[in-house]
């Protein structure tokens, strides 16, 4: 009867250990790839914050109407005033 139980026991162990083994395997998996979507993440909203910040500087220099009109040699000597 101990020998039966023994390899009972045996059989066991080893079926915990090959289900331990799959499920690290798995949790290191998901780390993995959640710390690879994790960059992605990052590096996507870097690259749109450079984007935008882009577009709010060409469009602030495109409506100051005021820099543009006292650059513009022709219309600056009528404005001569209000050009500094």
Do not use: P, W
């Not at 162990?13 to 499920?23: D, S």
């Not at 798995?26 to 690259?47: D, P, R, S």
């Not at 749109?48 to 820099?67: A, F, G």
């Amino acid at each position: 009867m101990d020998d039966k139980l023994l390899r009972k026991v045996h059989r066991q162990l080893r079926a915990i250990k090959l289900m331990l083994g799959f499920f690290s395997l798995i949790v290191i998996v998901m780390v993995l790839l959640l710390g690879y979507l994790a960059y992605k993440v990052v590096t996507f909203t870097h690259n749109i914050d450079n984007k935008v910040t882009n577009i709010q500087n060409t469009t602030s220099q495109k409506l100051d109407v005021e820099k543009n009109l006292c650059n513009n040699s022709s219309i600056s000597n009528y404005l001569a005033n209000t050009c500094k």
